[in-house]
C-alpha cells in the first residue's frame, strides 16, 4: 500500500492512537489473519478469529508495528513495543483505509471478471497473459466476494499497473458493491448458470446478478458475453454505455474457437478476432476450458496485448488448485481432482474431458452432492446422470444425499446398474477406490463441502 504514518492511519479511520509513535511509517496491513501476520505490518482485529487463541499469541510473537482494536477487546497483553489503535469497528476501520489507498494509487486499470463457471480459471489465464505489463493484483484462492475487496485494495501501491478481480456472489448486490467502488474498464461474464440459483432464489436471480456486471462497467468500458450461452442472452444491455464484444465456438462471435482438438498434455485450437487467425495451445482439457481461453483472449486484446503475448501466456498458464489437476494414484492409476466446487454446467464439461483423455483406460467418475441449486436441486443432479450414461463410464460413483439423483437417472438412461454404485461414507468409498483397476483413469467433483480431495489424498 500506499506508506502513510500511523497518526494519520488512525485519523484515516476515525480511530485514537493510544501508543506508539504517530510518525511511525506503513507501507502493509493485515485483517484477521495472524498466520500471514509479519513485523512491518498493522493488525486489524477480526471478531472471526479468536482473539485468546490465535490473534493474540500471534501479536505476541511477531509484535506486529501495531494492532487496531474495538473498545471491547482488552490490551493488557500486548507487547509494550506494539502500537495501539482504538476504533468502533475494526473491520469499518479497514474499509477506509482500504478506500484511502484506492483513491491514493489512482489511476489504475481495472478488470472485473465473473460467470456461473470458469471466472477462477479465465481469471489466471489473463493474468498470466498479462504478467508482462506491470505490477499487477489480482484476486487470490477464490477469495471473491465484497467481504474480500478491501484485502485487495490494500496490497495496491502506487507503481501497481492492473486490478484483477475476479468477482464472485452468492447474494444479489455483490458484484455491484465492487464495481461501484473500483469501476472496471473492462468486463466479462463467461456465462450465466444454476450455480448459486437456490441461495438466490432461482435462475431468473442469477441473471440478475450477472446484469450487475454489465451495470458495472465504467461508461466507455469493454464488455465480454459468451455468445453460445442462452441465459447471457437475457441480460439487458440497453444502459450499457461502452462496446460488447462476444466470444464463443457454436454461433457467429468476434472473438471465434474452431479446430479444436484434444491434445496429450492440452487443447489446441484455432482463435479467430476479426480477420485475423492464430493457433494457440492450453495446458489443460476441455472445451469449456477453451471458451475461458477464448474469454481471456478478448480481454487481453482489448487491453493491449499482442498476439505472442497472448499465445505464450496461455501456454504458460497454471490451472487453480482442484480445477482438473492430474495426479498419478498408486497402482499406474491416474487421479483428475477437479473437487473445488460444482455445478451442472462444470460437472459436465470435467466427464466430457474424463471420455476424451481416458483413451483406453477404465474410465471412472466419483461425483458427488452439488449444492446451492434450490429448487433445481434434483433436476440438475438428473441432468448429469443422464449425460453420464452417455459417457462411456466404466464405472459411475456417486455420493452424497444428492448424488444417488445422478445414479438413478444414470441407470434409468440406459446405463448398466452393475457399474453404478452410490455411497454415504468417506470410509466405504475408499475401500471400493482402494479396489479399482490398477491403470484406471478416476474424475472426482462435487462441491466444496465433499471435500473430496481428502479421498484423493488417501489414493496417492
Not at 499497473?161 to 455491484?176: A, T, Y
Request: hydrophobic fraction near 40%.
Amino acid at each position: 500500500m500506499k506508506t502513510i504514518s500511523l497518526g494519520k492511519m488512525a485519523q484515516v479511520m476515525d480511530g485514537t492512537l493510544i501508543q506508539a509513535n504517530p510518525a511511525k511509517l506503513v507501507q502493509s496491513v493485515n485483517f484477521g489473519n495472524p498466520k500471514s501476520l509479519k513485523p512491518h505490518q498493522v493488525y486489524f482485529f477480526s471478531r472471526k478469529v479468536n482473539w485468546e487463541k490465535k490473534q493474540l499469541p500471534a501479536i505476541q510473537r511477531i509484535k506486529p508495528i501495531a494492532v487496531v482494536l474495538p473498545p471491547y477487546v482488552s490490551s493488557h497483553a500486548l507487547p509494550k513495543e506494539v502500537g495501539l489503535i482504538r476504533t468502533r469497528d475494526a473491520f469499518a476501520a479497514f474499509w477506509k483505509i482500504a478506500k484511502w489507498n484506492w483513491e491514493q494509487c489512482k489511476p489504475l486499470r481495472v478488470i472485473g471478471i465473473t460467470g456461473s463457471a470458469g471466472k477462477s480459471t479465465t481469471t489466471e489465464m489473463v493474468a498470466s497473459i498479462l504478467k508482462n505489463h506491470g505490477p499487477m493484483v489480482k484476486t487470490k484462492d477464490n477469495l471473491n466476494t465484497f467481504v474480500f475487496l478491501p484485502s485487495y485494495l490494500t496490497r495496491l501501491n502506487p507503481n501497481t499497473k492492473l486490478l484483477l478481480l475476479e468477482m464472485g456472489m452468492k447474494s444479489l448486490n455483490n458484484i455491484i458493491r465492487q464495481c461501484k467502488i473500483v469501476k472496471p474498464e473492462i468486463g466479462v461474464i463467461t456465462n450465466v448458470g444454476e450455480a448459486h440459483a437456490g441461495a438466490l432464489g432461482g435462475i431468473d436471480l442469477v441473471v440478475k446478478a450477472k446484469q450487475e456486471m454489465v451495470d458495472g462497467v465504467r461508461p466507455g468500458g469493454v464488455l465480454f458475453l459468451n455468445a453460445d450461452n442462452a441465459r447471457s442472452r437475457k441480460l439487458n444491455l440497453s444502459r450499457f454505455k461502452g462496446t460488447v464484444y462476444t466470444f464463443g465456438i457454436e454461433n457467429p462471435a468476434d472473438i471465434r474457437g474452431s479446430n479444436i482438438h484434444y491434445t496429450r498434455t492440452g487443447m489446441n485450437f484455432v482463435a479467430s478476432i476479426g480477420n485475423e487467425s492464430f493457433p494457440v495451445w492450453i495446458p489443460t482439457f476441455g472445451t469449456h476450458n477453451v471458451y475461458n481461453a477464448l474469454a481471456a483472449i478478448g480481454v487481453a486484446w482489448a487491453y493491449g496485448a499482442s498476439k505472442s503475448e497472448i499465445q505464450k501466456g496461455l501456454a504458460t498458464f497454471q490451472a487453480p488448485k482442484m480445477r482438473l489437476q492430474f495426479i498419478r494414484g498408486r497402482y499406474g492409476r491416474i487421479l483428475i481432482n477437479d473437487a473445488w466446487n460444482a455445478n451442472p454446467t462444470a460437472m459436465k464439461a470435467g466427464l466430457e474431458v474424463l471420455k476424451n483423455v481416458g483413451g483406453t483406460r477404465p474410465k471412472i467418475a466419483v461425483l458427488g452432492n452439488m449444492l446451492e441449486l434450490g429448487k433445481y436441486t434434483r433436476a440438475a443432479h438428473e441432468l448429469v446422470g443422464r449425460y453420464a450414461a452417455t459417457m462411456e463410464l466404466d464405472q459411475l460413483i456417486t455420493v452424497g444425499k444428492y448424488g444417488r439423483f445422478i445414479a438413478k437417472a444414470a441407470v434409468e438412461s440406459g446405463m448398466n446398474k452393475n457399474k453404478v454404485f452410490n455411497f454415504t461414507k468417506s470410509s466405504q468409498l475408499l475401500r471400493h477406490l482402494a479396489r479399482s483397476p490398477k491403470n484406471a483413469i478416476i474424475y472426482f467433483k462435487a462441491s466444496r463441502n465433499l471435500h473430496l480431495e481428502k479421498i484423493v489424498k488417501r489414493l496417492k
